[in-house]
């Protein structure tokens, strides 16, 4: 059998995949939330993606999407890296959405699309990861994080003492799976 080739959708996945399958148990309602949902995703990571250019470019926005002119702004105003990839083990890495430590501050930056209320725990999980990453003691450090979102800046003092709690909980943790790969 010679199969047909499909070069225009490698690398891609379709709505109604096979390999995500619960589709098949929809109704039309449940379709077209899911079709929303999904859209509504894609737009964020082109948000992101135009976010990382301008700020990569230090092409500074206009007001006429505050929150992502916003983020922007800021995020060139305070000569932050993009999409930094941070590492502490193959069980626990992320990519800070922009971030910054200078003279003893340590600023992480998370631009949030969707309408779901943001937390800060991710942006001090980041921190924790950062921490341990280069060897940094949260309590010798000031820490700000911000959420950007729905036209609104969210300002955060890092708390050393959480960041101390999820750095110690990432150690356990890591080790924890560690040994669970050795012994499977």
């Not at 859209?39 to 948000?47: F, P, S």
């Not at 990382?52 to 702004?73: C, E, Q, R």
Request: glycine residues 4%; hydrophobic residues 35%; charged residues 20%.
């Amino acid at each position: 059998m010679n199969f047909n080739s499909h070069s225009a959708i490698a690398g891609k996945h379709a709505f109604l995949s096979p390999s995500n399958y619960h589709w098949v148990n929809y109704n039309d309602q449940k379709l077209e939330a899911r079709y929303h949902s999904a859209r509504a995703a894609a737009k964020g990571t082109a948000l992101h993606d135009l976010a990382h250019n301008a700020i990569t470019l230090g092409v500074k926005l206009s007001k006429a999407d505050p929150t992502l002119s916003m983020y922007v702004n800021d995020a060139i105003n305070y000569k932050m890296t993009v999409e930094q990839p941070l590492f502490y083990s193959d069980n626990c890495f992320g990519h800070a959405d922009t971030i910054s430590f200078r003279r003893g501050v340590l600023r992480i930056h998370d631009l949030k699309t969707g309408i779901t209320p943001a937390s800060v725990h991710q942006i001090e999980v980041y921190a924790a990861i950062f921490c341990l990453e280069y060897g940094i003691d949260p309590y010798s450090i000031k820490m700000e994080f911000r959420i950007y979102q729905s036209g609104t800046v969210h300002k955060y003092e890092g708390d050393p003492e959480v960041v101390e709690k999820i750095m110690d909980r990432i150690v356990d943790f890591d080790n924890q799976l560690e040994q669970m790969k050795e012994d499977y």
